[in-house]
């Protein structure tokens, strides 16, 4: 069964200085943490915020791609986790067909979130799942979290370049 999710946040993992995306169930308490790349995270926070730039980033021209494809992505799935790596799919339509491809997780949220599509986590990944607590803290407090909060925080389109508002 799938379970609809949003992002709640990104934090930084302590031990291996990598950025978490926070995933948290619609229905429900529980929180999803996927380590993802630093380029990913810019991405996805850039994308959160809005920011527009002249030159796309990779997601950006992705989309563009889809959108010149006359293709819709209806939703990503994060679909499995196996020896701690996480699996997803990006689920395109169109008039014509309707079809699905694998992904990395990171790389279908940024996705999802230009498009506005639902994002939905696998019984397994909750299942699976280490941070089952309902209390959890979006911030880090070693002086590497404090740096990548505070970078997240400040982050413009001037970091990236030329934007367009």
Same mark, same amino acid.
């Not at 169930?25 to 809005?50: C, F, H, M, Y």
């Not at 986590?121 to 979006?138: F, L, N």
């Given at each position: 069964?799938?379970?609809?999710? %949003? ?7 302590? *031990? ?16 999803? $943490?996927? !380590?993802?790349?630093? &380029? ?13 730039? =002249?030159?796309?980033? %990779?997601? @950006?021209?992705? #989309?563009?791609?889809?959108? %010149?494809?006359?293709?819709? +992505?209806?939703?990503?799935? +994060?679909? =499995? &986790?196996?020896?701690?790596?996480? /699996?997803?799919?990006? /689920? ?12 990395? $997780?990171?790389?279908?949220? *940024? ?8 994002? /939905?986590? =696998? @019984? ?7 941070? +089952? ?13 404090? #740096? !990548?909060?505070?970078?997240?925080? #400040?982050?413009? $389109? =001037?970091?990236?370049?030329? /934007?367009? +508002?």
């Amino acid at each position: 069964m799938l379970h609809e999710v %949003t992002v709640a946040g990104m934090t930084m993992d302590p *031990a291996s200085n990598t950025p978490i995306i926070i995933l948290k169930l619609v229905k429900g308490d529980q929180a999803i $943490p996927i !380590w993802i790349g630093l &380029l990913e995270a810019t991405s996805i926070a850039s994308a959160l915020r809005n920011i527009k730039f =002249d030159r796309p980033m %990779t997601h @950006d021209l992705f #989309k563009n791609f889809i959108e %010149t494809m006359n293709l819709d +992505v209806s939703k990503i799935e +994060v679909c =499995d &986790l196996k020896n701690n790596t996480f /699996y997803a799919k990006i /689920y395109f339509t169109s008039e014509e067909t309707n079809f699905h491809m694998d992904a990395r $997780p990171s790389d279908a949220i *940024a996705i999802a979130i230009r498009f506005s599509a639902p994002i /939905y986590v =696998d @019984d397994k990944i909750i299942e699976q799942s280490q941070m +089952v607590d309902t209390d959890y803290e979006m911030t880090d407090d070693t002086e590497e979290g404090k #740096k !990548w909060a505070e970078y997240l925080e #400040k982050l413009t $389109p =001037d970091d990236f370049g030329k /934007y367009k +508002v």
